[in-house]
């Protein structure tokens, strides 16, 4: 008897539950949806109105600096490891190319190599710092040599990502911008991922595209490449659709050729051939 009055009781429960959710959709007599009511706890969590400000920070930061070419890659590569070094080769000669700036995560490892690159083509570098580089140990606001005025460090991760896109994006035909990903880790990976992800969905370069640079240095990224293709056979990727997504370059000067046919710049604008061939032939210490 109990246990039929108790199925009762729960059936009443749920009709009266389901008659307020109906309620709720049909909202109030104008036809709008009424809002949830927010408890006492929600009400006081201010994180939503920090973030906001935080991300219209990091759109101010890209208004100021202009728009570019966005790195992402590890921050625990060496200064004397040879990515380091074809990383800033490579940022030099995009900035050179593009005349833009270079938006990095404003850390050590590729980050600083994108960033010293940059600085010898005497273009712009900004940045979005966060706090705690991973694997690295480091918890700092402070860059070492840049002037705080070309970075913010934040606090969010969502307001970063928005300031990393909104830098990268297109607002007209004159822009001309890139992701590019440098060898790295887990970070890196998630980096790679959403860009690729807002491209596909059409949230990202749907009215001007953007390309999306994974550099292969000596193979770095054929694993990941040869698991996604796998993905083809079980049917989560479809054939040809990465290839719609980014490009897979394994040197500097195939990156440079694709940016170059990318932006339709001119044969004699391409200067890059001339320093990349000047640097291959020069003697090793």
Avoid at 77 to 82: C, D, L, N, S, V
Avoid at 117 to 124: T, Y
Avoid at 154 to 166: I, L, T
Avoid at 213 to 223: A, E, I, K, M, S
């Amino acid at each position: 008897m109990e246990s039929r009055q108790g199925l009762t009781l729960a059936a009443a429960c749920l009709n009266n539950r389901g008659q307020s959710f109906v309620q709720r959709l049909k909202g109030s007599s104008n036809g709008s949806p009424t809002p949830p009511a927010y408890n006492d706890e929600l009400q006081t969590r201010t994180s939503a109105d920090e973030v906001r400000k935080e991300i219209l920070e990091c759109y101010a930061l890209v208004q100021k600096l202009g728009k570019g070419v966005v790195y992402f890659g590890s921050s625990r590569t060496k200064a004397e490891h040879p990515h380091y070094l074809q990383a800033m080769e490579l940022a030099r000669e995009v900035a050179l190319l593009l005349n833009c700036t270079s938006w990095t995560g404003v850390g050590p490892g590729m980050m600083d190599a994108v960033t010293q690159g940059a600085l010898q083509a005497l273009k712009p570098v900004g940045g979005f710092k966060i706090t705690i580089e991973g694997g690295t140990g480091t918890n700092s606001c402070v860059h070492p040599y840049l002037s705080d005025h070309t970075y913010m460090t934040c606090r969010f991760f969502s307001a970063r990502k928005h300031g990393f896109a909104d830098a990268g994006v297109r607002d007209n035909q004159a822009d001309r911008t890139a992701f590019v990903s440098l060898p790295g880790g887990v970070g890196t990976l998630d980096e790679i991922f959403e860009i690729s992800t807002l491209i596909q969905l059409q949230r990202l370069g749907s009215a001007y595209p953007v390309p999306l640079l994974v550099l292969n240095y000596d193979g770095f990224f054929t694993g990941l490449l040869q698991f996604l293709k796998s993905c083809q056979e079980w049917g989560t990727v479809s054939a040809g659709e990465l290839d719609t997504l980014w490009k897979v370059c394994n040197t500097n000067l195939e990156a440079l050729e694709y940016l170059a046919d990318f932006y339709g710049i001119s044969e004699s604008d391409r200067l890059y051939r001339k320093t990349l061939q000047d640097s291959s032939n020069r003697p090793s210490k």
